[in-house]
């Protein structure tokens, strides 16, 4: 059965603490990895997709790279307005146009 | 304005009634999602479209009933609504090309009492 599982579920950082949020997979064929942002009462936005081993991505204070098994979403000197719900999404090879979602990591960074 | 609206924004509705929410784009993109989010599971697509009258199931559509006449519009019915059904509904929509660069509109909080 494919399987999507974020850890942590919950990370609070200091502003300027740098962590790495995880996303281990497990699917019979991958076609794409996706990280999303979901801040509180709104729609996900989409962050990053990544199709193949060793691919990175970045934006801003964000940088996502996939293995065969897991993505990490690291964030480099956070601030304030970088907490949100980060959700990992991948869509495997026979779920037509299907994604299987996490249940994210919700990331709080203090001042 | 541009981009996707959901409406209503907040519904409140008791078992057994019939519901519709509605989505809105003003892209012209092929694609359109509906998903719900509950807590404890992450986001579970219900129906998705790739075009105007082209529909098909996604991981739960019991008890959703889906159309698509117009490629903006996507419509999402609970024929009979059930306390199971209580969650945020969002709506997504992507181009043909790019389908998992999904753009979300801002969600429906159903209560079924």
């Known amino acids: 059965e494919d399987q999507v599982t974020q850890s942590p579920e919950a990370l609070r950082l200091q502003e300027g603490e740098s962590s790495s949020l995880n996303c281990s997979y497990t699917?019979?064929?991958?076609?794409?990895l996706f990280w999303y942002r979901q801040d509180p009462g709104k729609g996900p936005e989409f962050l990053f997709t990544?199709?193949?081993a060793g691919e990175e991505k970045e934006k801003e204070r964000l940088k996502a790279t996939l293995t065969k098994k897991e993505s990490f979403l690291h964030i480099t000197a956070p601030k304030p307005e970088d907490s949100a719900t980060y959700l990992c999404a991948v869509h495997p090879s026979n779920s037509g146009y299907a994604l299987n979602f996490g249940k994210g990591t919700s990331l709080l960074v203090t001042p | 304005d541009a981009g996707i609206t959901q409406s209503p924004r907040y519904k409140i509705t008791e078992t057994g009634r019939q519901v519709t929410l509605m989505c809105h784009q003003t892209?012209?993109?092929?694609?359109m999602f509906w998903y719900r989010q509950d807590l404890g599971h992450g986001l579970r697509l219900i129906y998705y479209?790739?075009?105007?009258?082209?529909?098909d199931k996604g991981e739960v559509p019991d008890g959703y009933v889906v159309s698509r006449s117009k490629t903006e519009n996507f419509p999402l019915t609970l024929e009979s609504a059930t306390r199971s059904q209580t969650s945020v509904y969002f709506c997504?929509?992507?181009?043909?090309?790019?389908?998992?660069?999904?753009?979300f509109g801002p969600g429906t909080r159903l209560t079924v009492l």
């Open positions: 990544l199709y193949s």
């Open positions: 892209w012209s993109h092929s694609y």
């Open positions: 479209s790739a075009a105007a009258d082209i529909t």
């Open positions: 997504a929509s992507s181009e043909r090309e790019n389908y998992n660069e999904q753009f």
């Open positions: 699917v019979s064929g991958l076609r794409g």
